[in-house]
């Protein structure tokens, strides 16, 4: 079974352009979540949606972050305009319904860098 | 403020001996803690869940401990491999089912 997937892998652009990036989940995962790494921080969550529902998205950094999962499927991670400070990796990770199974699938990670 | 510690220094141990990686916390009462394995230019990846009314819990060569009163989570690796190498990532869940990520420990096992 395939795992979690993301497009690209790595990303260079400069700052004011606009990014967007791709996460297909596990299969039959109804949920499916938005990580950050910043250079030297912990990883940090951004946002949780329940097919295609945001449950939570508490964790957006600002308004220059869009995310959609249209259908319930895949989801898109857009930045625009790009700037300095979002430069890091971006996890995109899936699971089940958490209260039967409590355990998230992540991705390889998109890893962008704004120039 | 919320903070979750972990080493950030490396630890350096021979094959074969048990690794010891702590996990330290603070202003927080996580419902579950997890332990995640990451390899460089990957996910992290999920090896174990331990409850807070639970003290401890093993899985093959890996033991995680959980003291709430201590505020600390300590995962072992017994008879350790090179193959073991890599980062591993304390993670706080408050009920939420949204870990909260510590910066993680450095494993190298020497063969």
């Known amino acids: 079974e395939a795992g979690v997937t993301q497009f690209p892998s790595h990303s260079v652009i400069e700052k004011g352009q606009t990014v967007t990036l791709r996460c297909d989940p596990i299969s039959g995962h109804d949920n499916l979540y938005w990580y950050r790494r910043v250079m030297g921080k912990e990883i940090k969550f951004l946002l949780h949606f329940v097919k295609e529902s945001k449950q939570d998205e508490s964790g957006m950094p600002n308004n220059r972050f869009l995310a959609e999962r249209t259908g319930g499927t895949y989801s898109t991670l857009k930045v625009q305009p790009a700037e300095l400070e979002d430069s890091g990796v971006y996890f995109c990770a899936s699971s089940q319904d958490p209260l039967v199974v409590n355990e998230q699938f992540f991705g390889p990670g998109t890893r962008l860098t704004v120039l | ?111």
């Open chain 2, 1 to 111: 403020s919320q903070k979750i510690e972990q080493n950030s220094e490396a630890l350096n141990i021979q094959e074969g001996k048990t690794a010891t990686l702590t996990c330290n916390y603070t202003n927080y009462s996580p419902a579950y803690l997890q332990w995640y394995r990451q390899d460089p230019g990957r996910g992290p990846v999920f090896l174990l869940l331990i409850r807070e009314n639970e003290k401890e819990k093993r899985k093959e060569r890996l033991k995680v401990t959980f003291d709430t009163t201590l505020k600390q989570s300590l995962f072992h690796i017994t008879a350790s491999q090179p193959a073991d190498s890599a980062t591993y990532l304390c993670a706080l869940d408050r009920g939420s089912y949204i870990p909260t990520f510590g910066r993680g420990t450095s494993l190298i096992v020497h063969p």
